[in-house]
C-alpha cells in the first residue's frame, strides 16, 4: 500500500535555530517527492521537487535530501524565522499511470520569539 | 498572492441550497484539481481535469459537481450538502506532460454546511 508517513507530526522551536522533518515513503514505482508548506488558512506552497536521482535540493534556507534507497526525506529548515510557523507537507507521487499524489499528514511547526 | 485565484474566500450554506465554487489560473496550464481538506488533515483529491476533460473522479459523492468551461476556468458546483461536507476545498493546477511539475495551489474557499 502506498503511504506517507511524517514524524514529527508537531514541532517547537525558538527563532534562529535549526529544524529537521522527516518523511518515510513506501510508495512504488517512485517519480518524485515534494515538501509543501501551508500556512493556516492558506493554500500549500511548493518547496522543492525531486526526483530519485537528486539526493538534495535547495529553496533559500530549505533543503530537502531524498535517500531513494531508504525510502526517506527531510527538510531542513536552518536559522527559523516567526513566519516559517506552518504545517509542511511531504508528498509522493507514483509513476503509475493513474495514481494521485500521495499525501503525508503533515507536520506542524511553531516557531517562538 | 497565489496565481490560482478562488472564489468566494468564505461560504456558508445551508443543505437546502445550490451554490458554486470558482477557480481561476492563468499560468497555461492544462490539468486542474479540485481537493478537500479538513481541518489538521492532508488535502485529499477530488477530482482532476486534463485539457478540459474529466479524468479523475475519486468516487465523490454527486452532491458535488465539477465543471470546466474552458482550459483557464473551473468550477466546484454544490448541491443537497451535508455538515460534514464543512471544510477547505483547493483548487490547484498544474502543467501537463511534465511529471515533475509543482501543483499550483489557491488559497481555498471555506466551505461551513449549516
Known amino acids: 500500500k502506498n503511504q506517507v508517513e511524517q514524524s514529527p507530526q508537531s514541532l517547537i522551536i525558538l527563532e534562529g535555530k535549526n529544524c529537521t522533518l522527516q518523511c518515510n515513503y513506501t510508495v512504488s514505482p517512485f517519480s518524485n517527492l515534494r515538501w509543501y508548506k501551508q500556512d493556516t488558512g492558506r493554500g500549500p506552497v511548493s518547496l522543492t521537487i525531486m526526483t530519485f536521482s537528486e539526493n538534495t535540493k535547495s529553496n533559500g534556507r530549505y533543503t530537502a535530501t531524498l535517500d531513494a534507497d531508504t525510502k526517506q526525506s527531510s527538510l531542513h529548515i536552518t536559522a527559523s524565522q516567526l513566519s516559517d510557523s506552518a504545517s509542511y507537507i511531504c508528498?509522493?507521487?507514483?509513476?503509475?499511470?493513474?495514481?494521485?499524489?500521495?499525501f503525508g499528514k503533515g507536520t506542524t511547526l511553531s516557531v517562538s520569539s | 498572492d497565489t496565481e490560482v485565484t478562488q472564489t468566494p474566500k468564505h461560504l456558508v450554506m445551508g443543505m437546502t441550497n445550490k451554490k458554486s465554487l470558482k477557480c481561476e489560473q492563468h499560468?497555461?496550464?492544462?490539468?486542474m484539481y479540485w481537493y478537500k481538506q479538513k481541518a489538521k488533515k492532508p488535502p485529499e483529491l477530488m477530482f482532476v481535469?486534463?485539457?478540459?476533460?474529466?479524468?479523475i473522479n475519486e468516487s465523490v459523492p454527486s452532491r458535488f459537481s465539477p465543471e470546466c468551461p474552458n482550459s483557464s476556468l473551473l468550477n466546484l458546483h454544490l448541491h443537497a450538502l451535508q455538515p460534514e461536507d464543512s471544510a477547505l476545498y483547493l483548487c490547484a493546477s498544474s502543467q501537463l506532460g511534465q511529471g515533475n511539475s509543482p501543483l499550483h495551489f489557491g488559497n481555498g474557499t471555506r466551505l461551513t454546511v449549516t
Open positions: 499560468m497555461g496550464h492544462r490539468a
Open positions: 481535469y486534463s485539457y478540459e476533460k474529466l479524468s
Open positions: 508528498v509522493v507521487s507514483s509513476m503509475k499511470a493513474g495514481t494521485a499524489l500521495i
